[in-house]
């Protein structure tokens, strides 16, 4: 659902601040004033590099989980531990 954004919030920076907020917003692939709109509204707000990487490690689970039907099961206990240690990982990149 898009919202209309009808009203402007002025915030006095140094140029410092400025330009830590600019460097944020790229890392996160937002705007300046979205980045700023979700830290002031308490959004979430996920880099873009951690959202390429959660998607990457989904694709190696899918991949693991490939190889345990293909296997028949017979690397059950590796696939398994190796499917947990994704898991975690992308637990740890969430957070």
């Not at 951690?50 to 017979?74: F, P, Q, T």
Request: glycine share 6%; no cysteine.
């Amino acid at each position: 659902m898009a919202r209309e954004l009808d009203t402007v919030v002025n915030v006095r920076l140094t140029m410092e601040e400025k330009n830590h907020l600019r460097a944020d917003a790229d890392l996160a692939a937002l705007s300046v004033s979205e980045l700023a709109r979700r830290r002031l509204m308490g959004y979430p707000i996920v880099a873009h590099a951690d959202a390429i990487l959660i998607k990457e490690l989904r694709r190696i689970g899918g991949l693991l989980k490939l190889v345990h039907s293909e296997s028949g099961g017979a690397y059950s206990d590796a696939t398994a531990a190796a499917l947990r240690e994704v898991r975690n990982a992308i637990e740890r990149v969430a957070r």
